[in-house]
């Protein structure tokens, strides 16, 4: 998909959910708002997130990740989905997500799903198991909050909270299907890094 057509699609405002009105941001079908169509779920598979991205010709030991996870869920609580994310420390980008459990083979999607330009940078995490079992350990190191080496993945993922109820911990707005869920947040990345990407280009 073109940039021009990411940007059409990407209407300032379209995928802001406001806090206040959480009562009525389920995916429930109401009078208001009609289901979703498969038609709109077709245009989400055909986003590509490397179309959204800078790839600078910055050397890799230059590079830094920073890798987090996140709780949320679908329909009901128990119904847990974590969020992977791989962020860009220098332009801010989200290069890479998945969403699963919080086993060894997610992680391993989101390995897999991290661009090969990106894969030879420094990457940061925390004492999750399965980062120390799945990410290359050269130019991997696990940390602590404290050392703020993830400040800025946990601040785009408060980012992420704040602007999409659904993944608010405690909320009455949520997704009634993984598709639904999975989808909102890939339009709200690509968005997000369009944003970034043109205040980095201007």
Request: with cysteine; aromatic share 10%.
């Amino acid at each position: 998909m073109s940039l021009r057509s990411f940007e059409y699609a990407f209407m300032p405002g379209s995928f802001h959910e406001d806090q206040s009105s959480r009562n009525s941001l389920s995916d429930a079908p109401s009078a208001s708002r009609p289901p979703p169509s498969s038609a709109g779920s077709k245009k989400v598979a055909a986003l590509e997130l490397e179309d959204t991205l800078l790839f600078p010709e910055v050397p890799d030991e230059n590079r830094i990740l920073e890798l987090d996870e996140l709780w949320s869920f679908v329909h009901r609580k128990s119904e847990k989905v974590w969020v992977w994310l791989a962020l860009c420390r220098e332009a801010r980008l989200v290069v890479a997500f998945v969403t699963g459990d919080r086993s060894r083979r997610t992680c391993e999607r989101l390995w897999r799903a991290i661009p090969e330009s990106y894969k030879g940078a420094t990457r940061y995490s925390d004492f999750w198991e399965a980062y120390r079992e799945v990410i290359p350990e050269d130019r991997h190191e696990a940390t602590g909050k404290e050392e703020g080496e993830t400040s800025h993945v946990e601040y785009w993922i408060n980012t992420l909270r704040q602007r999409l109820s659904r993944f608010v911990r405690k909320t009455l707005a949520f997704s009634k299907s993984r598709q639904r869920h999975h989808c909102c947040l890939k339009l709200f990345i690509c968005r997000y890094n369009l944003e970034r990407r043109s205040i980095i280009l201007q």
